[in-house]
């Protein structure tokens, strides 16, 4: 949705004519206006009819597009609260996110960028608009398309995509997801550019979705269809909106914490009464460079979650020699994914993979695909020549993405990457599997399964107010509550 610049009253003053002349066609109040295209000279103005009781009004494109100043001045001068942009020289076009709250460019994206993230959570506000800096004299024509459609034709500057009163910038909150923007300039002058809007701002909630306001829904659906809520049973904390459950970890080169992360996820959607929706499970999704010895300690924590927390082996795909396997696996439980009962693809591990198996997917079906990530590491990370997508190319496939809180730094020392002190009930439990999953973890200075806090934000209701800054004390009421009598 997006508002106006300015207030009626003010935009039924600006909308008044002044003409070569000097003179003014005047609004009548009790007459319906007549609108004259922007595109009408001066002349055409100064011509039309108003002896017929009704008013002509000169639409300066959607909601105004200036010309030159009343003193005839360059309209630069006169842009409010002394909005600055690059010099008009004609023949590219490149692209500024706007704060419609004062008209002033927003540094991070001057220029908005091909592929670039919009975080509306980092902002300074989320009354935003994009500028074309273009030259010439030709209209400028935007088309978007994505988690929103919007076309505008403007004919003078500011080009603002959503529109201006003179200079003043509609207010435009963009809807969470991935989008194409195509800016066009007479014959020559083009630009096209792919963009995600995210949302990582307060905990519980999630852009886009029911109750949003806070993890990134990045898809190009735009709104969270899992309606469906799978209690569980009557732990409060359980709260899964329904659907199937794919995760990807990658911690056979770099990521020594998915050796526990694994196990704990398993363990958590053990606990929870849910391992039966687990229906994919890649690991060691490192391409291109494996280390033989981690790789080996992911396939120990993998067979481990079989062994104890049960999860089907058949749905188990070790990358490294299973790749084509995994990838099958994944599209066959996409396929059947729905509004209702879609698939949510827990990322622990970099993109490649992910983009693989959601690009094999009809992609009609994508939009059922429910991608959620939490480290910035993992959606940048692609140091191969086996791995070269990244978060905003998977994102890009049409499927709706939440981008929730880093679990390595969600809550302080009681998040899911703390001292070791924090899990000591998890190492002395009187349950094996639990002792199992303490012994996963890699490190002497830590305890870190930070990836399975994602999992922890998925059972506790996901988009639908799932708790993103929980860690130790929220997995132990959980795995306690489910332990056997």
Known sequence: MYRTGRSAAGLLCSLLVICAGGCTAQLRGASEPRIIDSGASLADLATAQVGDGSSTVFDAGPLGDAGPALDGTARDSQWPRGDSR????????????????????????????????????????????????????????????????????????????????????????????????????????????????VDSGEAGTDGGLPDASSQSDTGSAGTDSAANVDSGGSNPAINFPGGMVAISHDGNQHDS?????????????????????????????????????????????????????????????DAQSQLAEAIANFKQHADQATASNPLWYILSGPMEVAYRCISAVDPAKRQNIHIISHSSWNDEHADTSLMTHTWSDVAALGVVAHKILDQNFSNGDDDFNTPRDRWSWLQNSSYEPYRWVHSRDSFSDKFDVSDAGMSYWLISGGPNGGNQRAGWAEAKLLLEAALPN
């Open 86 to 197: 690059p010099p008009n020289t004609g023949g590219s076009i490149s692209l500024t996110l706007i704060n419609a709250d004062n008209e002033q460019p927003i540094a991070s994206h001057d220029p908005l960028e091909d592929r670039a993230t919009i975080d509306l959570a980092l902002l300074p506000t989320r009354n935003l608009n994009i500028r074309a800096n273009a030259g010439g004299s030709d209209a400028v024509a935007f088309t978007l398309s994505g988690a929103e459609s919007h076309s505008k034709t403007e004919r003078a500057e500011p080009y603002a995509l959503m529109g201006d009163s003179f200079g003043d910038y509609n207010a435009w909150t963009p809807t969470v997801g991935s989008y194409t923007l195509v800016v066009r300039q007479g014959a020559a002058a083009h630009v096209e550019i792919k963009f995600t809007v």
């Open 257 to 317: 914490d998915d050796w526990g992360a694994l196990a704990m996820n398993g363990a958590l959607w053990w606990a929870a009464g849910l391992q039966q929706k687990i229906v994919h499970i890649d690991h060691s999704s490192h391409l291109g460079d494996n280390n033989s010895s981690m790789h080996q300690e992911m396939i120990a924590s993998a067979t481990g979650v079989v062994a104890r927390f049960g999860v089907s082996s058949a749905v188990v795909f």
